[in-house]
């Protein structure tokens, strides 16, 4: 994204209002999108759970079908993220670094693409949404996930990126 300001690399490219589970696969393959790099915590799974919610496992599945897809998060546990990658049998990256463009760079070079047929899906601004958008990629921000696969109604972290990015410039969504 050379020659945008920081402030826009605080912007998604696609905003739905939903969450993974409920998201248009069809929009992203209008996009011609051909992979995802999908973030776990709150995007496919909330708190501290493995099992992913039926609604989610279901989105993820159907969206195998038409992209690559590789798990990509922060949390340094490998067990916890293995255990989320396993039941999807999808490749993953714990300890990501986001928004710092090391590891997704590593992702990229597998997938061979160009990045702008490569999703990076999540609910974070400052670390999904910048983390893609530093690399040229095509980014989504989605609600978090509740238990059922429906929006958590408790997003006061999102709200306040939101608030954040506006305060530093970034178009509102």
Request: charged share 20%.
């Amino acid at each position: 994204m050379a020659g945008l300001s920081p402030q826009h690399w605080l912007h998604p490219d696609w905003e739905p209002g939903l969450t993974i589970a409920h998201l248009p696969l069809s929009h992203l393959i209008g996009c011609d999108i051909r992979a995802a790099v999908v973030d776990v915590d709150r995007t496919l799974l909330p708190g501290r759970d493995v099992r992913l919610p039926d609604s989610v496992r279901a989105w993820m599945q159907h969206a195998g079908s038409s992209l690559a897809l590789h798990l990509f998060s922060n949390n340094p546990s490998r067990a916890r993220i293995s255990a989320v990658a396993d039941q999807l049998g999808l490749s993953f990256t714990c300890g990501a670094g986001k928004p710092r463009r090391g590891a997704l760079r590593r992702v990229m070079a597998e997938l061979a693409l160009d990045p702008r047929q490569v999703a990076m899906v999540g609910d974070r601004l400052f670390t999904d949404v910048l983390c893609g958008n530093r690399l040229g990629l095509y980014t989504v921000l989605v609600r978090p996930v509740s238990e059922d696969g429906s929006p958590c109604h408790h997003d006061g972290v999102q709200r306040l990126e939101r608030r954040l990015a506006r305060w530093m410039g970034a178009p509102a969504a």
